[in-house]
């Protein structure tokens, strides 16, 4: 499963810099002026520390709109921690308390559209983040939550406006890795690692916020292939903040390319034990599987599904994911259908083509798979499974040179792109091959 989810991204922001050129353009690979650093004074709280604090000024002061809206950063803030999605609807119910008591309270439309992008509700986040960009024009952090939409609504050409937008009001670590990630769809790999870290070097207002983009560039490096680049970052990661499950399970993917599967599982267990997302119990499962361990990977699969159906329980739209996850485990029928084809209506990314294309593939819908993988194409994003999924569609489809092709470029881009299916695009590929 891929690690690039965008939405992790949550807008906590407070005061907001304007008026900041940035120089930087978001499809070329310009120098940029460097992100001013704000001075810091007094101690950092920790995240419960804040949580404690602001429930006791709600508690003391309940129509303090501030104090609630600080509350709910706080609490989004903590499922990004520990992945616990049972906060999204304390969240919500706060929100709603807030917006109430004033509806123009620009942090409360802005968060509402971040609970939304971490629920996957894209076009409620789109609406959200117009009417906090209405309420305060000219702050930077309302634009992230429209772009992220923007590109996971398949609105790349405004999403390129919206974020070119924001890294020229605001250069710092949201926009800069907005940028990377734009860059990356378009296929500019070295210019989406430049942004990324130009948003390391920026800083950010948490440790947790610093390690996680440290982990996003080890993850461009890792997903062409740069095995040590990739774990020089996601050690980097694991200075800025010790112990960070991201970092951990990272490093055991890249453990797991390397074939060294005794130490990928310790370091996946490791991070599933803090936090267990489940696309890392998916990838303890793939390792299991690779390892003969049959049994296991079944039971990890089991917990990934348990732990999904809570995500959906708190109101997250996981059609995509769960379309990927069946597709390429050979799950088929109508109903793996449906979510892929609600994913790619509701959410028309590149991704949930990507995810219809395969899902297609796998229930023999081999004409509809190849347009599905056509759109998956259209940016020229340079994702390996992109190119295998399309590769295997080919050369079912008996266009033996276009998967060729594909499925040699796949193999060039990443040798270890998957556990469960590096190999199948090698021998697909052998075959094809063999018969030229």
């Known amino acids: 499963m891929r690690l690039r989810s965008w939405t992790w991204l949550l807008v906590l922001c407070g005061a907001v810099m304007t008026g900041c050129g940035s120089g930087v353009s978001l499809l070329s690979t310009a120098p940029a002026v ?11 709280l920790t995240t419960d520390q804040l949580i404690a604090r602001d429930q006791s000024r709600v508690r003391a002061t309940p129509g303090d709109v501030a104090a609630i809206d600080q509350l709910s950063a706080a609490y989004l803030q903590k499922v990004r921690e520990v992945g616990d999605p049972s906060y ?3 969240v919500d119910g706060l929100l709603r308390t807030a917006r109430a008591a004033a509806p123009g309270d620009s942090q409360a439309l802005l968060l509402s559209g971040v609970l939304c992008l971490a629920r996957h509700q894209f076009t409620a986040a789109f609406e959200w983040g117009q009417r906090a960009q209405a309420a305060a024009p000219h702050a930077a952090a309302p634009l992230g939550v429209i772009a992220d939409a923007q590109v996971e609504l398949g609105r790349y050409d405004e999403a390129l406006a919206t974020v070119q937008s924001m890294v020229d009001r605001r250069p710092d670590l949201t926009s800069y890795s907005r940028v ?4 990356e769809l378009h296929g500019d790999v070295p210019g989406a690692i430049a942004a990324m870290r130009m948003a390391a070097d920026a800083g950010g207002g948490t440790p947790e916020n610093v390690a996680y983009i ?5 993850n461009l490096h890792l997903n062409h292939g740069e095995l040590d680049a990739a774990e020089h970052e996601y050690r980097r990661a694991l200075f800025a903040d010790p112990n960070y499950v991201h970092a951990l399970a990272a490093l055991g993917r890249v453990r797991a390319a390397q074939s060294r599967f005794d130490e990928a599982v ?5 991070a599933i034990d803090i936090y267990p997302l489940p696309q890392y119990v998916i990838t303890l499962g793939d390792v299991q599987a690779a390892m003969g361990r049959s049994g296991d990977a079944r039971r990890s699969y089991d917990l990934a599904a348990a732990e999904q159906q809570l995500y959906q329980a708190n109101g997250v739209d996981l059609d995509q994911e769960l379309a990927l996850f069946d597709a390429d485990r050979g799950q088929t029928g109508p109903d793996a259908i449906a979510a892929a084809r609600r994913a790619a209506r509701d959410r028309p990314s590149v991704q949930s083509a990507d995810a219809l294309a395969w899902t297609l593939y796998v229930n023999g819908e081999l004409g509809g798979a190849l347009q599905a993988s056509l759109q998956a194409h259209r940016l020229g994003t340079e994702d390996p499974l992109f190119f295998f999924h399309s590769g295997m569609i080919e050369a079912a489809l008996g266009m033996t040179a276009q998967a060729r092709n594909d499925l040699a470029h796949t193999l060039t881009l990443n040798p270890a792109f998957s ?4 190999d199948e695009a090698r021998h697909e590929l052998a075959a094809l091959e063999s018969r030229a």
């Open 34 to 44: 460097s992100a001013p650093r704000p001075n810091r004074t007094g101690v950092t």
């Open 88 to 90: 999204y609807a304390k």
């Open 180 to 183: 990377s990630y734009v860059r």
């Open 214 to 218: 440290e982990v996003l560039l080890g």
């Open 266 to 270: 310790t370091l996946l267990q490791q």
């Open 419 to 422: 556990i469960i299916h590096s």
